[in-house]
C-alpha cells in the first residue's frame, strides 16, 4: 500500500480527516485542519454536535470566526467515520479517585473508531496517555474491532496535544507539534498533515512522544511545587513571596514560576501517569511524588492562612461572611474540572466557614450539576467580611480597589476585615488597613 499517497489525497481535499472527541482539544485541531482540508468532527454527546454547529464553543477556545470558512460536517453518527481515513483520537484521559489512569474514554473511542475503521487508514491518539498505551492497548483494541492488521491494513501514530486552555496566543498554528508513528511511513505521512496546521517536530518513536507529553507538564508541577514551599518558607520569615520571585527572576535562567493551587486536566493530573507507570516498574520516584504531595496540600495551606486572617480580624469563620471570586481551575478560561478552588471550599468549610462563590466565566449550572455549589452573580456580592481572590479573571482583575471594598461590610472597620489574594494580582499597598495576605 502507497501510504504516502494518502497525506497528498488529504493535502488536495480528496481524503477527509476525522476527529473525535470535540472538547478542548478536538474542536481546535478539528477546526484547524478544517481551514485546509475536508474534516469530519464527531462527538458522542448530540448537544455539543448541535451547538458545535451552531458555531458555538463553550470551553471558549474557538472563536466565531475560527468557524467561519472551515469545511467541517459534525455528528454524532459513528458510521460517518467510515468516510475519513486519517483519524485523530482527540478524548480525556483522567484518573481515578485513586489516581491511577483512567484510560476508559480512549478504550471505548478506539473500539468505536475500530467498528468504522477503513483499510488503508492512519489512527493518530493525541490524549496524554503512559508510554506504550498507543501500540499496547489502542492499536490492538482497534485489530480486535476492525479485523484489520496493525501495521498492514491500518497505522498508528501518537501526537501529544499542547493546548493551553485559556491561551489564545499559543494555538495549533503557533506551536510547534511533536508527531511520531509506529514506522518511517506513518511518521511521514503524519508530519506531511501535521505540517498542513502546524510546524511539526519529528519524534523517533512513539514510546518517546508518549513519555515527552507526561515530562513537559510533571516538569511544570515540580517547579510550582517549589515555588509553593518556598512561599512557605518565605512567610515563615516574613518575606513576601512575589517581591522574592521578581528579584530571583532577573537572572537570566531564571524559570518564571509562581505559587499556586495546581489543578485542571494537565498539569494536576499527568504525573500521576507517570507515577504509575514508574511504581509500575519497581521505581519510587520521590521527587515527582512530593511534587504532587506539595501541590495537593497548597488548598489546606491557603484555608489555613485565610483562617489566621480572620483571627486577626476578630472574626468567627462560622459567622464570617466570605467571598471566594473564581471558581476555575485557571485565570480567563471556563475549565473547572478539577479545580482545586473546591478543595480550598471544603478547606473552608472545615474551620465552620461558609463562603460565596462568585466565578463571570463559569457556567453556572455545570458547576451546580459537578459539584453542588451555585454560584452568586458579581454584582449581588457584598456586605462580606472578608474576600479571597482566587482566580483574577480579566473581568476581576479588572476591578479597582474601591470596587473590591465595595464589596466589604461598610458598619465595621477595614481592620476586621480581610483580603486573601492567591495569585498575588493585587496591590497591597491598597488595603494595607484590612489583613491582607498573599501566597
Not at 47 to 67: H, Q, S, V, Y
Not at 118 to 143: A, Q
Amino acid at each position: 500500500m502507497e501510504w504516502s499517497c494518502l497525506g497528498k489525497a488529504i493535502q488536495e481535499g480528496r481524503e477527509r480527516i476525522s476527529v473525535i472527541g470535540l472538547g478542548y482539544v478536538g474542536l481546535p485541531a478539528a477546526l484547524a485542519f478544517a481551514q485546509k482540508g475536508q474534516v469530519i468532527g464527531f462527538d458522542v454527546d448530540p448537544e455539543r454536535i448541535r451547538l458545535c454547529g451552531l458555531g458555538i464553543d463553550t470551553t471558549g477556545e474557538a472563536k466565531p470566526e475560527d468557524f467561519r470558512g472551515a469545511d467541517i460536517r459534525f455528528t454524532c453518527r459513528e458510521e460517518e467515520l467510515r468516510e475519513a481515513r486519517f483519524h485523530i483520537v482527540a478524548v480525556p484521559t483522567p484518573v481515578h479517585p485513586d489516581r491511577t489512569p483512567d484510560l476508559s474514554l480512549v478504550e471505548n473511542a478506539s473500539r468505536l473508531l475500530g467498528r468504522n475503521l477503513s483499510r488503508g487508514s492512519v489512527v493518530v491518539y493525541e490524549s496524554t496517555v503512559c508510554p506504550g498505551v498507543t501500540e499496547e492497548l489502542c492499536g490492538p483494541i482497534l485489530e480486535k474491532t476492525s479485523g484489520l492488521r496493525l501495521g498492514e491494513d491500518f497505522k498508528l501514530g501518537y501526537s501529544p496535544e499542547r493546548i493551553n486552555p485559556g491561551d489564545h496566543q499559543h494555538r495549533l498554528g503557533t506551536v510547534r507539534k511533536i508527531v511520531s508513528g509506529q514506522d518511517e511511513d506513518a511518521l511521514e505521512l503524519i508530519a506531511q498533515v501535521y505540517g498542513m496546521v502546524s510546524e511539526v517536530y519529528r519524534a523517533p518513536s512513539i514510546r518517546v512522544a508518549e513519555a515527552a507529553k507526561l515530562a513537559e507538564n510533571t516538569q511544570r508541577d515540580v517547579n510550582i511545587a517549589f515555588m509553593n514551599e518556598l512561599a512557605q518558607i518565605l512567610h515563615r520569615l516574613g518575606l513576601d513571596t512575589r517581591q522574592v520571585a521578581e528579584a530571583m527572576d532577573t537572572k537570566w535562567n531564571a524559570l518564571g514560576f509562581r505559587p499556586g493551587l495546581v489543578g485542571g486536566h494537565c498539569i494536576g493530573v499527568d504525573p500521576y501517569y507517570l507515577l504509575y507507570q514508574a511504581e509500575g516498574l519497581g521505581l519510587s520516584p520521590g521527587l515527582i511524588a512530593a511534587g504532587r504531595e506539595i501541590n495537593e496540600g497548597m488548598a489546606d495551606y491557603v484555608a489555613e492562612a485565610a483562617r489566621r486572617l480572620m483571627e486577626q480580624a476578630g472574626l468567627a469563620p462560622n459567622q464570617a461572611r466570605i467571598a471566594v471570586l473564581g471558581f476555575t481551575f485557571k485565570e480567563n478560561c471556563p475549565d473547572i474540572r478539577n479545580t482545586r478552588v473546591y478543595d480550598l471550599i471544603n478547606a473552608l468549610r472545615e474551620y465552620g466557614a461558609e463562603p460565596i462563590v462568585s466565578d463571570p466565566l463559569a457556567d453556572p449550572e455545570l458547576v451546580r450539576r459537578e459539584y453542588g455549589i451555585s454560584l452568586t452573580p458579581l454584582e449581588q456580592v457584598g456586605s462580606m467580611d472578608g474576600i479571597i481572590l482566587a482566580v483574577p479573571h480579566r473581568p476581576l482583575a479588572a476591578l479597582t480597589a474601591d470596587d473590591l471594598r465595595s464589596f466589604l461590610r461598610s458598619d465595621t472597620p477595614p481592620s476586621c476585615q480581610f483580603i486573601l489574594d492567591i495569585k498575588s494580582a493585587l496591590d497591597p499597598h491598597d488595603f494595607r488597613s484590612y489583613q491582607y495576605w498573599r501566597l
